[in-house]
């Protein structure tokens, strides 16, 4: 079974521009969850979506928007970018069975932004 | 506010010895958590998980010992093995928040020869 993909896995962008970043789950893999990675922050979480519906939100502006795909695939997309959004965003898929919040995630290997 | 505390950012270790890694948290509303690692230029890989009405879990040569009067949680691996050399973040989570999941700041664990 194919794992989490990410694309692209690098990306330099200069301040104000915007991105789009793609992810796809594993085949069957209905929840599908955004994450950005900082040094000395950890894993921040962005956001969780299912059947192409947003559930959670963690504490970012609305430059940072995300949509999922009847496929489950799922993009997020950051505008007008800044320095410090450079960062490793990850994607997490799980088959989001019951109870929600348990599931295992199965991360992909995360597409590197650097912004200048 | 960092709900989920990593507070050692390294530990080093010599091989076949064990590897203690330490997790606290200030939610006590969690009651799932888990531990990943983390090679350089992949996404974490789950590892081992415990239900906030456990105080022990064991994987093989892991075990995670959940002290939840502490709000505290550790990761224990034995006998610690190069390939263990990663970065080990803790998670935690309510079972009913949708996948929103909290995690620490990861300890980079370095198993020596």
């Known amino acids: 079974k194919a794992g989490v993909t990410q694309t692209p896995r690098y990306l330099i962008k200069t301040r104000g521009q915007q991105v789009t970043l793609s992810c796809s789950p594993i085949?069957?893999?209905?929840?599908v969850s955004w994450y950005q990675q900082t040094p000395g922050q950890g894993l921040q979480f962005l956001f969780e979506?299912?059947?192409?519906?947003?559930?959670n939100k963690g504490n970012f502006p609305g430059r940072f928007s995300g949509r999922q795909f009847s496929n489950s695939r799922s993009e997020m997309n950051v505008s007008t970018l800044e320095l410090g959004d450079s960062a490793l965003y990850l994607c997490?898929?799980?088959?989001?069975?019951?109870?929600?919040?348990?599931?295992?995630?199965?991360f992909g290997p995360g597409t590197r932004l650097t912004v200048l | 506010d960092q709900q989920v505390k990593q507070n050692s950012p390294s530990l080093s270790v010599q091989e076949g010895r064990i590897s203690i890694l330490n997790c606290d948290y200030t939610?006590?509303?969690?009651?799932?958590f888990l531990w990943y690692k983390k090679y350089p230029a992949e996404g974490p890989t789950f590892l081992i998980s415990i239900s906030s009405i456990k105080d022990k879990n064991e994987d093989g040569r892991f075990t995670v010992f959940l002290n939840k009067s502490a709000k505290h949680l550790s990761l224990h691996i034995v006998p610690s093995q190069p390939g263990d050399s990663a970065v080990y973040f803790c998670a935690a989570s309510l079972s009913g928040g949708y996948q929103k999941v909290t995690f620490g700041t990861g300890t980079k664990l370095q198993v020596i020869p």
């Open positions: 085949s069957g893999h209905r929840s």
């Open positions: 939610n006590s509303m969690f009651d799932y």
């Open positions: 997490a898929s799980s088959l989001a069975g019951v109870p929600p919040g348990t599931d295992t995630q199965y």
């Open positions: 979506y299912f059947s192409e519906t947003q559930r």
